[in-house]
DNA sequence: CTGATCAAGTTATACGAATAACCAACTTAC
DNA sequence: GTAAGTTGGTTATTCGTATAACTTGATCAG
């Protein structure tokens, strides 16, 4: 009845204790407590050490009808700058609940992405995490409607399923607060987009900022809101049109860290420095490069790990669609100073 | 016989069709050519479109006693900088071969690696990749012993499993190669760990470097050579040095791109600027970083992607434990230029 | 006309674990 | 002394698929 092998089965182990297979279940999966006798259940645990017994899940996961795996579906995702943190919450989180991660990136390609899906049902995941390289909104690919999905750092368009996404308003909110609380009052803002552009990033940001402002009884002056495209050399751009203004900012948010990389080096240019001269403040708390730039800046960080792992709760708790949002917090470092008191 | 369920079986296949689940198994896996005839062979996939029947990996891994999983264990590769390219690199790979990427990050815990372990081998996955976050000497879990490893990114200290890793010597050589080829032969090079360290990125990059020059009759002066931890600010402060020596250097190696960034910010705090006034080669091709300094940052790639698919080969072919240096590839950008010719 | 070959399936079983249902031997209660 | 319970297991079956072994009716060579 049983036979040797490389991986040994439940069988072998019974045989080696002298019991049922079905007892050695009963003793693994600790049922109905005492059901086995003490010394037998030393006998079987002895025999499943000696054999170097491991349970097999496709087995196991057969039998009960749960696989214990959790899909995740990113676009480019795994090579991204914030990279795996997505992945690492959701990992994280899945493994907390004896569950696994199933991840596949597809590159944006969808015959990839077809293929992942048509995997992933295959191994009868529990549910899908479908992540997002940027913060958009978009649509679930229709293949995934039998299977529990929710949507991370990206919005779905038609509210299906669940999305947990930055809160980008509240961010934009939080680092003008910041300025506003240092005593500035003129303080510009670099945008990431077009004011054309409907991503929620920077529409977020710039509403936060907006808001923080009006609610400290400013006024936000066109002139001080410039838009760029998120990258180093619009931030240089656009921070010396700034800083070549009558009236030249005291502070400025920039959408992202690049751009403020390319303010950083913008106020060089000019002889300037922060937080001396101008504070700044950025958004991503990209690590590769704000706490490398000198001084080290101050930005909100999106929170990725946060994220996924509501995500993965979201997807087990099996509730209906909700759309999350997510704070950002603020990190400090040393890009903003107190305002000069105007004499 | 046959159920109505979500997910439908081939006997729900089987009894719709009119044949019996052996045939949808013939058909789905077109065994033997034409043993079933066309008519039934298209009535079944019709059901199977139909039902929107999905095979069940389980029931198959099951029977067929492969699991088409590879693990692939990290130690914090997936928050790492250069993250997922080494996941992304096995997926590929893995893809291609009709397997899947079962991938846990450890976080470095010991306990969490040990579960980690215990999980695949429940999985029964084909082989694992164990991936490190930086080149260096491992040990390999013995837990893994009784199943197909390939270590990436290291090296396997006992070399009982085959490891992939970066040419750190070849790399040098080509970085050092690169500048000699531009006329410079006050070379400088800026390493990223003490002289005592063994890491092999390190020590093989100076070995390069040295090799590079030698090949080109030039003494390497112990003058020109620095040692540093791979931070930015030792790039600044050791830059400055040479740059402050009788004879300064025309060129300087940065054992990697964030000393090369220091760098940067030395010559711009002495009023100089690369290359014009020292060519500048960094290390790691790190894609936030080195594309956009100003000038762009000429560095040397890390073969992230290639490792990983090579990786997935070795363990897939189930070849005798061998070692693969892969290649690292210069990628010009704009901080290297010819040596003024001497009046 | 008959035995052999072949096409096109079907039947039965195994993979390894979980679990419902059953059972034997002892206690215990009255 | 016997019905009822308890203790400590065992047996049989199931999950969904793959496949070896068998069947059946037709075709064909000699």
Same mark, same amino acid.
């Given at each position: 009845?049983?036979?040797?092998?490389?991986?040994?089965t439940?069988?072998e182990v019974?045989?080696?204790a002298?019991?049922?297979?079905?007892t050695?279940?009963?003793?693994?999966?600790?049922?109905?407590g005492?059901?086995?006798?003490?010394?037998?259940?030393?006998?079987? !645990? %002895?025999?499943?050490?000696?054999?170097?017994?491991?349970?097999?899940?496709?087995?196991?996961?057969?039998?009960?009808?749960?696989?214990?795996?959790?899909?995740?579906?990113?676009?480019?995702? $795994?090579? $991204?700058?914030?990279?795996?943190? &997505?992945?690492?919450?959701?990992?994280?989180?899945?493994?907390?609940?004896?569950?696994?991660?199933?991840?596949?990136?597809?590159?944006?390609?969808?015959? !990839?992405? $077809?293929?992942?899906? %048509?995997?992933?049902?295959?191994? +009868?995941?529990?549910?899908?995490?479908?992540?997002?390289?940027?913060?958009?909104? &978009?649509?679930?690919?229709?293949? =995934?409607a039998?299977i529990?999905t929710?949507?991370?750092?990206?919005?779905? +368009?038609?509210?299906?399923?669940?999305?947990?996404?930055?809160?980008?308003?509240?961010?934009?909110?939080?680092?003008?607060?910041h !300025?506003?609380?240092?005593?500035?009052?003129?303080?510009?803002?670099?945008?990431?987009?077009?004011?054309?552009?409907?991503?929620?990033?920077?529409?977020?940001?710039?509403?936060?900022?907006?808001?923080?402002l009006?609610?400290?009884?400013?006024?936000?002056?066109?002139?001080?809101?410039?838009?760029?495209?998120?990258?180093?050399? %619009?931030?240089?751009?656009?921070?010396? @049109?700034l800083?070549?203004?009558?009236?030249?900012?005291?502070?400025?948010?920039?959408?992202?860290?690049?751009?403020?990389?390319?303010?950083?080096?913008? !106020?060089?240019?000019?002889?300037?420095?922060?937080p001396?001269?101008?504070s700044?403040?950025?958004?991503?708390?990209?690590?590769? =490069?704000?706490?490398?730039?000198?001084?080290?800046?101050?930005?909100?960080?999106?929170p990725? @790990?946060?994220?996924? +792992?509501?995500?993965?709760?979201? =997807?087990?708790?099996?509730?209906?669609?909700?759309?999350?949002?997510i704070?950002c917090?603020?990190v400090?470092?040393?890009?903003?100073?107190?305002?000069?008191?105007p004499?």
């Open positions: 009845m049983a036979r040797k092998s490389n991986t040994p439940m069988w019974a045989e080696r002298g019991v049922s297979q079905a050695v279940s009963l003793v693994l999966n600790n049922v109905g005492s059901r086995v006798a003490e010394a037998t259940k030393s006998r079987v !645990l %002895d025999a499943v050490e000696e054999l170097g017994f491991r349970t097999n899940a496709f087995a196991k996961s057969l039998r009960s009808g749960k696989s214990g795996m959790i899909g995740f579906i990113s676009d480019e995702v $795994a090579s $991204a700058p914030f990279a795996g943190k &997505l992945l690492k919450g959701s990992q994280l989180c899945a493994w907390e609940s004896g569950n696994v991660i199933l991840s596949v990136d597809t590159f944006n390609e969808p015959e !990839l992405e $077809a293929a992942a899906i %048509d995997m992933m049902l295959s191994y +009868r995941v529990q549910g899908v995490v479908y992540a997002s390289m940027y913060h958009r909104v &978009l649509d679930v690919p229709t293949a =995934l039998g529990p929710v949507v991370v750092n990206a919005q779905d +368009r038609a509210g299906l399923v669940s999305s947990v996404f930055p809160d980008e308003e509240l961010g934009g909110y939080t680092a003008a607060r !300025l506003l609380e240092a005593g500035h009052t003129r303080i510009g803002m670099i945008n990431i987009q077009d004011p054309e552009s409907d991503l929620p990033a920077g529409i977020g940001r710039l509403a936060g900022y907006r808001r923080a009006r609610e400290a009884g400013i006024e936000t002056t066109p002139r001080l809101i410039r838009y760029g495209s998120g990258i180093v050399e %619009d931030g240089f751009d656009l921070t010396r @049109e800083m070549n203004e009558d009236e030249r900012p005291t502070a400025i948010f920039c959408g992202n860290d690049r751009t403020a990389w390319g303010a950083y080096r913008a !106020l060089e240019s000019l002889g300037l420095r922060a001396d001269d101008c700044i403040v950025g958004f991503d708390n990209q690590d590769t =490069l704000a706490p490398y730039l000198d001084p080290g800046l101050t930005t909100v960080a999106l990725y @790990e946060q994220m996924a +792992r509501r995500a993965v709760e979201l =997807l087990l708790s099996a509730e209906k669609p909700t759309q999350n949002p704070e917090s603020l400090l470092r040393g890009s903003v100073a107190s305002a000069k008191v004499a």
